[in-house]
Structures are given as structure tokens and as C-alpha cells.
């Protein structure tokens, strides 16, 4: 991607917002929620067979002066900028704007990028906003009436049906748009699922076609080291709708914190290079993308690698792994590997 690596690096430092500029030495002065480390950035890398890697990044940015209220402005003035440069189509996040961001915002994040890089294209742009902006007690609602307005009403029952059967346990965690025209926007509801067994995420997975359930077993079991329930933190469903879906959504992805259930990133590496082979890809591309990122050795921390998804059904499966910048620190390995690990083998 050598091609799209400068324009790359000038859309993160915009994207990261006037906070960017804040020498690393002096630590973060907002934590963060996008990483561990409290860095504004991840990375990650999406891989499917026969096709190219795409690298993107989620960003938050952060005012000068970082807290809610300044990072949300900051995050608007670049979507301004954006807009102009990449003749983006924001009316989708129009339609929803005023439930997502409420003036007294709460939670984790009120506005994340995803900054998408694929080689010899134009970047494409998604924002995640939080269903929890209001208070835990009105995600399902928000998330509900988000729906409504971009015309995927009908969609509901069958992601309540099949991801939000446990009460309190399941909850909306994430909702995304890409910032196109409504005919090529992909609307993402995103579910966590704490202290989900397979069969829970089996079931959620079940409301897209084309999923394979077998593959969905075995990965979460090859990248969480058992059969779970996995009580670290919580595996998460997403569904992707495309403009015409009625009934069901068009995909389904796994998100697999996979950090917290290794001892070390090469434990997560090596399970990674499992479950590519059983993906059937080839390793040699992720192990580039590691190496380009890692600036110690694999045992000597855990989180480098923090996620796994697994994208099922359609238009094709594939995997993507998402990197830590590590930018403000590493977490030591878990010595207690085996004690962690009886949540995730317990039956
Ligand atoms: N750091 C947060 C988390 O671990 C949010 C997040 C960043 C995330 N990248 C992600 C969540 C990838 C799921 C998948 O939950």
C-alpha cells in the first residue's frame, strides 16, 4: 500500500483532530476507549481469499483541550473538512443525528471514525456512534427509532429474536454508518454479548444467511483457547444491512477481544495463524502487518492484538485482526493464564 501510505498518514493526523498534536511523552490527557492505552487509534487489517488487504483505523478525535463536549466539536469541524475533500454523503448520519448526539453526551465515546484504506482508491469513511449516549436504559430504544428513520424498521425482530435474548447481558454497543449515498450505505448494529457460551453466538449469527455455524464454533474456540461461557470481556455480534434488506441483514461478523484470553500476543499470533488456516488464508499478509506494528517481542505483553472478527456469509468470509498502537503502553502478559482460561473452558 506504499501508494496510499502518505495520503493515509494525512487523513489519521486529520482525523485525530487538534488533540493530535500532543506529543506522546506528555501521556494521553483523555483516556480513550478506542484502545487499551488510552491512544485516540487502532489499527486493523481485513483479509479474504483472493482479495486485497484493506487497513483501517478508528480514531476519536480530541479537542486541545480533550473532554466530551470539545472532542465532539473537534470530531465535527474534521467531518466538515472530510466532507469537502472526499465529497462524502453524510445524509444517512443527517437522518439519525440528533438521537446519537444529545448535548449532554454519556458513556464510553460519542463519535469514532473508521478511516478505510484500499489500494488505489479513494478512502471510504464510516462513523460509529454509541447507543449508550443516552444511559444504558435507552440503547434499545435509540437503536430501534435509528432504524426506523433509515428506512430498516422491519429489521428489528429478527436482531432482537436472535442477539438480545438475555436480558441485561445483550445490549447494543455500537451503531455505524458509512458516510455514501443511501443506495451503497451499510448500516451496523453492533450487540455484546457478556458471558456468551457458543450457542448464544450461534444463534445470533443465525439471523444472516449464509452462515456457516460449524466455522463460527470452531473459530471462537481456536482464538478463545474453549467453548466459553467467555467472561472476559464480551465477544460482540454485528450486523450489516444494505439499502433494500427487509427482514434479515445482509452479514454477520464476530468481534473476539481475543487479549483477554491468551497469556501473550504469541499466544494470540499463534491462534491467529490457527484460524487462518482454518479461514484457508494465507498467513504471510497478517504476518507483514504485525511486524510493521510491533515494537517488542511477542511474549512480553499482551494486547498488540486485540481483536479478531470473523466475517461470515456474505459476499464472502474473511477475517480481520485489529492491531494496538501501543502508542502510550504495553499491558504485561498475564501470568495467570490457566486461571483465566477456566472461565473461557468451563462448560
Ligand atoms: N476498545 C474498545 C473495546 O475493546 C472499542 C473497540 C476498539 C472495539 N476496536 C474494536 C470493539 C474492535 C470491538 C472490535 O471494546
Known amino acids: 500500500m506504499s501508494a496510499s501510505s502518505q495520503r493515509a498518514a494525512k487523513l489519521l493526523s486529520a482525523a485525530l483532530g487538534s488533540g493530535g498534536l500532543r506529543p506522546l511523552a506528555q501521556g494521553p490527557l483523555w483516556p480513550s476507549g478506542v484502545a487499551d492505552d488510552h491512544s485516540p487509534v487502532e489499527f486493523s487489517v481485513a483479509f479474504a481469499e483472493n482479495e486485497p488487504s484493506i487497513v483501517r483505523m478508528i480514531v476519536e478525535s480530541l479537542g486541545s483541550h480533550p473532554h466530551r463536549g470539545s472532542n465532539l466539536a473537534e470530531a465535527i469541524g474534521v467531518l466538515d473538512v472530510l466532507n469537502r475533500e472526499f465529497d462524502l454523503d453524510p445524509g444517512q448520519l443527517d437522518l439519525v443525528r440528533d438521537l446519537f448526539l444529545p448535548p449532554d453526551p454519556q458513556g464510553l465515546f460519542t463519535f469514532w471514525y473508521s478511516l478505510i484504506i484500499r489500494p488505489g482508491a479513494a478512502p471510504a469513511i464510516k462513523v460509529y456512534l454509541n447507543p449508550e449516549v443516552r444511559g444504558r ?8 427509532e435509528a432504524l426506523t428513520r433509515l428506512g430498516l424498521g422491519k429489521v428489528y425482530p429478527t436482531v432482537a429474536g436472535h442477539a ?7 445490549r447494543f454497543s455500537f451503531f455505524a454508518l458509512d458516510l455514501v ?9 453492533y450487540v455484546s454479548h457478556d458471558g456468551a457460551a457458543i450457542p448464544d453466538i450461534a444463534r445470533a449469527a443465525a439471523a444472516a444467511p449464509g452462515v456457516d455455524a460449524e466455522l463460527l464454533s470452531d473459530v471462537c474456540e481456536l482464538a478463545c483457547g474453549g ?5 472476559g470481556r464480551p465477544l460482540m455480534s454485528s450486523y450489516t444491512f444494505l439499502s433494500g434488506d427487509t427482514g434479515r441483514p445482509s452479514g454477520y461478523s464476530l468481534y473476539i477481544p481475543i487479549r483477554d484470553y491468551v497469556r501473550d500476543d504469541l499466544e ?8 487462518m488456516a482454518r479461514y484457508g ?19 512480553e505483553g499482551v494486547g498488540l492484538i486485540a481483536h479478531v472478527s470473523l466475517r461470515l456469509g456474505k459476499p464472502r468470509p474473511g477475517i480481520t485482526v485489529y492491531l494496538s498502537s501501543e ?3 504495553v499491558t504485561p502478559p498475564r501470568s495467570n493464564a490457566r486461571a483465566d482460561l477456566e472461565g473461557a473452558v468451563r462448560t
Open 137 to 144: 436504559a435507552r440503547a434499545t430504544g435509540l437503536v430501534r
Open 227 to 231: 467453548t466459553g461461557p467467555f467472561t
Open 281 to 299: 488464508l494465507d498467513p504471510a499478509p497478517f504476518d507483514r502487518a504485525l511486524a510493521s506494528i510491533a515494537r517488542r517481542p511477542l511474549a
Open 181 to 189: 449515498d443511501q443506495q451503497r450505505a451499510r448500516v451496523k448494529t
Open 268 to 275: 494470540a499470533c499463534e491462534r491467529v495463524h490457527a484460524i
Open 164 to 170: 438480545l435474548r438475555r436480558d441485561q447481558l445483550d
Open 327 to 329: 502508542a502510550y503502553g
